[in-house]
């Protein structure tokens, strides 16, 4: 299963945050960068990112982050919520794999159930939720909407 952890810290060697979490089949669901001043002193830019990672791997993602002299916190949210999040994966998955432009009925049609990502235990089915994931998704910058078709950011 996954994880929800927020990964913070600096913008020095971020990119390396980043292609480690995709490396372990995880996924940067949204970013902040953020400026940290004292008065009118400029002291230093940060990072915030919203992760999906493998449980399997927290601790490796956290001896990473503290390389890098940043944090992994362990983020609790509702169940629901969080079945939503992991769908998020599930679809990046399905449009990374095609690498072209899908409307939501290819994407469905690629979702079978019972699911191969085994999130939803038959709770909370994507496909009921598909329309709803893919707005998160293209709000989250994830991915880019185009004439009712959905595909990676490049």
Not at 10 to 22: N, P, R, S, T
Not at 74 to 87: F, Q
Not at 120 to 130: A, M, P, Q
Request: proline letters at 1%; glycine letters at 4%; a negative charge.
């Amino acid at each position: 299963m996954y994880e929800l952890v927020l990964f913070t810290g600096g913008v020095y060697k971020y990119d390396e945050f980043e292609e480690f979490i995709e490396d372990i089949g995880g996924l940067i669901l949204r970013q902040d960068k953020f400026e940290v001043h004292r008065g009118i002193y400029f002291l230093r830019e940060e990072i915030k990112a919203l992760t999906l990672v493998p449980e399997c791997e927290i601790d490796k993602v956290k001896k990473f982050a503290k390389n890098l002299k940043g944090e992994i916190e362990t983020i609790d949210v509702e169940d629901e919520v969080k079945e939503k999040s992991l769908w998020c994966l599930a679809v990046y998955d399905i449009l990374s794999k095609s690498g072209d432009w899908m409307d939501k009925k290819e994407i469905k049609n690629k979702i079978s159930c019972p699911c191969d990502y085994f999130f939803c235990e038959e709770k909370l089915c994507s496909k009921e939720w598909l329309k709803e994931i893919l707005n998160a998704m293209v709000e989250m910058d994830i991915i880019k909407e185009k004439n009712a078709k959905y595909k990676i950011k490049d």
